[in-house]
Nanobody
Framework: VQLQASGGGLVQAGDSLRLSCAAS????????MAWFRQAPGKEREFVAG????????DYTDSVKGRFTISRDNTENTVYLQMNSLKPEDTAVYYC????????????????WGQGTLVTVSS
């Protein structure tokens, strides 16, 4: 599967952004989809994930209540709605896919998008 992330940009603290990740190739609905991010000088971290049919979502603690992951299997797209953005959310955001189930470890994901930069100014 090929992944194409978009939607990043420069915003102020408290603003919102919605990231999109369009998939092509193999059947999108077989994949657990996730968003990771990597800030300058930091390791890549899991942000959010969603099961194949969207019945369960997973979030890292720092984004719970502010970010929402969703997917549209008819459009082969996964979204990350980010509200109440903070400067510490500044990072390159990557979408990723793996077969079937949840994992917060980047090395468990076989497919990655190219990344989209989110910059939050204070």
């Amino acid at each position: 599967v090929q992944l194409q992330a978009s939607g990043g940009g420069l915003v102020q603290a408290g603003d919102s952004l919605r990231l999109s990740c369009a998939a092509s190739g193999r059947t999108f609905s077989v994949y657990y989809m996730a968003w990771f991010r990597q800030a300058p000088g930091k390791e890549r971290e899991f942000v959010a994930g969603i099961t194949r049919n969207g019945d369960r979502t997973d979030y890292t603690d720092s984004v719970k209540g502010r970010f929402t992951i969703s997917r549209d299997n008819t459009e082969n797209t996964v979204y990350l709605q980010m509200n109440s953005l903070k400067p510490e959310d500044t990072a390159v955001y990557y979408c990723a896919a793996r077969i079937i189930s949840y994992s917060a470890r980047g090395r468990d994901y076989a497919y990655w998008g190219q990344g989209t930069l989110v910059t939050v100014s204070s």
